[in-house]
């Protein structure tokens, strides 16, 4: 696709004697809010490493992803590129990745670090137009009155939210969100997969996001790669994951991506697929 920003092509990746992503194959145009949904366990988290670089592909396979056009990886060797490309691709981990001692504000101006000196960086002095843009960030994810408080002291919600502000900080072209909502209560959770659906729409900015719950997916994707045993097993509208074709996908395991939380999104509005959702026709 010409107007792709990550294209991934024959991912293999094994641990020891376990397959744990075969042979996946897609692509994610600019703009795009993509969720990657699956069971523990189906890859998801494996294969964002991989998209960043912090995984490597089985070596010698034939496995090749770029992002922004530039390579990442083939073969199980990392491009040249890859450092350079990660201050333009901003990761969000499920465990928050703050430094907990330090201020939420530090903690933000972190995603500037790629373009200041060393001597900045290791005095923590940064430039006051650094300094207001954090401020800024921390203003549109609503944690303004928390940036001089210890981010050991933010809850759970909060502390995902400093996470997504330092990846407006970094200028990310691309988010990579690993379970962000995966140990947060359903109000959190809303929260953040609206700001991350609100940094999409008003940023440009491109989200894959993976989720273990569908009714988030509903809610804030259009499109969803669901993967199955490290396989892409759908690829296309979230409005066409029934209940049925859940079920015929993951078995007794689709349970597990029904959840428990309700699929309003921050509007309120019924988002979510409802219990008489639509079957389709074909696979």
Not at 62 to 86: D, F, K, N, T, Y
Not at 114 to 127: E, S
Request: glycine residues 8%.
């Amino acid at each position: 696709m010409s107007d792709a920003v990550i294209q991934v092509d024959a991912l293999r990746k094994h641990f020891g004697a376990r397959a744990a992503l075969r042979d996946v194959s897609f692509s994610v145009r600019a703009g795009e809010m993509v969720a990657l949904l699956g069971a523990s366990g189906s890859g998801k988290s494996t294969l964002l490493r991989h998209l960043s670089g912090l995984h490597r592909a089985d070596a010698g396979s034939v496995s090749r992803i770029e992002v922004l056009g530039r390579p990442v990886q083939a073969g199980g060797q990392l491009s040249r590129e890859v450092r350079a490309l990660r201050a333009e691709v901003a990761t969000i981990f499920q465990q928050f990745n703050l430094v907990d001692r330090l201020p939420v504000m530090t903690n933000v101006l972190a995603g500037a670090l790629h373009r200041l000196p060393l001597w900045r960086t290791l005095a923590q002095r940064f430039p006051a137009a650094e300094r207001r843009r954090a401020f800024e960030a921390l203003q549109r994810v609503g944690i303004e009155g928390c940036a001089w408080q210890r981010a050991s002291t933010l809850s759970g919600g909060q502390q995902q939210r400093a996470a997504i502000s330092r990846a407006l900080v970094q200028g990310a072209r691309v988010v990579l969100a690993d379970e962000p909502i995966a140990s947060l209560d359903p109000e959190a959770s809303r929260r953040v997969m609206s700001l991350l659906a609100e940094v999409n729409r008003e940023l440009v900015v491109t989200v894959l996001v993976s989720l273990h719950q569908v009714d988030y997916a509903f809610a804030y994707c259009p499109r969803t790669i669901a993967l199955r045993a490290g396989e892409v097993v759908f690829d296309g509208p979230t409005q066409a994951l029934s209940a049925e074709r859940l079920r015929a996908l993951y078995g007794t395991r689709s349970d597990e991506l029904f959840g428990s939380h309700d699929t309003s999104g921050a509007d309120g509005a019924e988002a979510g697929p409802p219990a008489a959702a639509p079957l389709l026709h074909a696979a």
